[in-house]
C-alpha cells in the first residue's frame, strides 16, 4: 500500500511502499478514506518522541470504514465509518497511508452529518479543544492566542456555544472566518503587541503559539488568578506570576471523540479545512504546517 513514511528522525517525508499492517487483539485495519495533518506529525519527524520505529509512517488522526476486525474487538464491525487516533510510532506505523491499524478505544463511529475526509481533521484537534474548554470551566473572557488554526478553530467554536465570549487573533482575511466562528473581538497579532489590542483584561488565556517571553508579555491581559493554558509547554518552571499558568497535554479516547461527533452532528461545529492535498503532496504540507502558515486544518485525501 502507499504511505508517506520517513527512514529517521530528520529525514525528507516520500511516498513509499509499505506492507499492510496486521490489527493485533483490540485493533481494527481502517481503509483511510483521508488524514488529518497536524503540526505534531513533524514534530515526531524531528525528534518529539524517542521511541519510533522506521520507516515511519506519518500522521495520527484519520477517518474511512473497517476493513478488517483483530480479536475482542466487539464494538465495530466491517464496513462501518469511523474517525480517530491511528499512530503507532513504536511499530513504525501512522495514518498517512491506505490501510491504517487504530486501537478499538482511540476510534469512534465517524459523525453522521460530515464526509469522511472532514472528519479525518478531527480527532486530535477537536479533543484537544474539548479538553482545554473543560480545564477552563465556566469563564465569560476567553482570549486564544493561535485562534486561526485547528485547535483554535474548534476551541473558538466550543467556547462560543458555552456563551464564553472569545477574543482571537487573526490576521487580514480571517478575521471573518474567526467571526463567523463566534469569536466576539478580533486581534491582528501582527499589527502589533497582542496585550495592547485587547479592550479588557480575560479570565483565561489559551495559548497555542507564544514561548515563555511572549506569555509573560500577555499577563497584563489576564485578570489577577485568571487561567493560562499552554499546550505548547510555554510556561516556564514556578509558573507565571499571578495567574493559575499551566503546560497543557491533551488527552484522548473514544468517549472524546463521540461527544465531537455529537456537538458536529448537533451543527454547533463545522470542520475548517484550510488545505485539501494528495499523498503525494503530504510532504510540502508539513513543511508548510511546520512554517506556521495553516489556516484550519490540512486534509490528506487517500
Ligand atoms: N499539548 C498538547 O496536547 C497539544 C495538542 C494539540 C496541539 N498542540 C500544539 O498546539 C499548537 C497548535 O496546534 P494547531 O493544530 O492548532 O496548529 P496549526 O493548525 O498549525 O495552527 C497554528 C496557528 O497559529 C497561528 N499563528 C502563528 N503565529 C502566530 C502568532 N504569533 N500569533 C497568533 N497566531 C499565530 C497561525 O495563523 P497565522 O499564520 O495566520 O498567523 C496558525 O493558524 C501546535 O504547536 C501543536 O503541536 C499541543
Do not use: C
Not at 26 to 46: C, H, M, Q, T, Y
Amino acid at each position: 500500500m502507499r504511505a508517506v513514511t520517513v527512514s529517521g528522525f530528520g529525514a525528507t517525508p516520500e511516498v513509499t511502499d509499505r506492507p499492510v499492517p496486521e490489527p493485533g487483539r483490540g485493533e481494527v485495519l481502517v481503509r483511510l478514506s483521508a488524514a488529518g495533518l497536524n503540526p505534531f506529525d513533524w514534530k515526531v519527524i524531528d525528534g518529539a518522541i524517542n521511541d519510533v520505529a522506521f520507516p515511519l509512517t506519518i500522521g495520527t488522526d484519520g477517518a474511512g470504514t473497517i476493513e478488517r476486525i483483530g480479536a475482542d474487538v466487539t464494538g465495530f464491525q466491517r464496513g462501518d465509518p469511523v474517525f480517530g487516533q491511528f499512530s503507532k510510532a513504536r511499530q513504525g506505523r501512522g495514518s498517512y497511508a491506505e490501510m491504517a491499524v487504530a486501537s478499538e478505544d482511540a476510534i469512534a463511529p465517524a459523525p453522521r452529518t460530515i464526509a469522511l475526509s472532514e472528519a479525518a481533521a478531527v480527532p486530535t484537534a477537536g479533543m484537544t479543544a474539548l479538553n482545554l474548554l473543560d480545564r477552563i470551566g465556566d469563564v465569560d473572557r476567553l482570549l486564544i492566542v493561535g485562534a486561526t488554526g485547528g485547535v483554535g478553530t474548534f476551541t473558538t467554536q466550543l467556547a462560543a456555544a458555552r456563551g464564553i465570549t472569545v477574543v482571537a487573533t487573526a490576521t487580514g482575511g480571517k478575521a471573518d472566518l474567526m467571526r463567523a466562528l463566534g469569536a466576539t473581538e478580533i486581534v491582528d497579532h501582527t499589527a502589533g503587541p497582542v496585550a495592547d489590542q485587547v479592550e479588557s483584561p480575560v479570565d483565561a488565556l489559551i495559548d497555542l503559539v507564544s514561548d515563555s517571553e511572549g506569555l509573560h508579555g500577555l499577563l497584563p491581559v489576564v485578570r489577577p488568578g485568571g487561567t493560562i493554558l499552554s499546550p505548547v509547554f510555554a510556561v516556564p518552571e514556578g509558573g507565571l506570576p499571578g495567574v493559575d499558568a499551566t503546560n497543557f497535554s491533551s488527552a484522548a479516547g473514544a468517549g472524546l471523540l463521540e461527544r465531537l461527533a455529537r456537538e458536529i452532528d448537533a451543527g454547533h461545529v463545522r470542520v475548517v479545512i484550510g488545505d485539501t492535498v494528495t499523498l503525494s503532496q503530504a510532504p510540502d504540507a508539513l513543511a508548510r504546517s511546520r512554517a506556521g502558515k495553516a489556516r484550519g486544518k490540512t486534509v490528506i485525501v487517500i
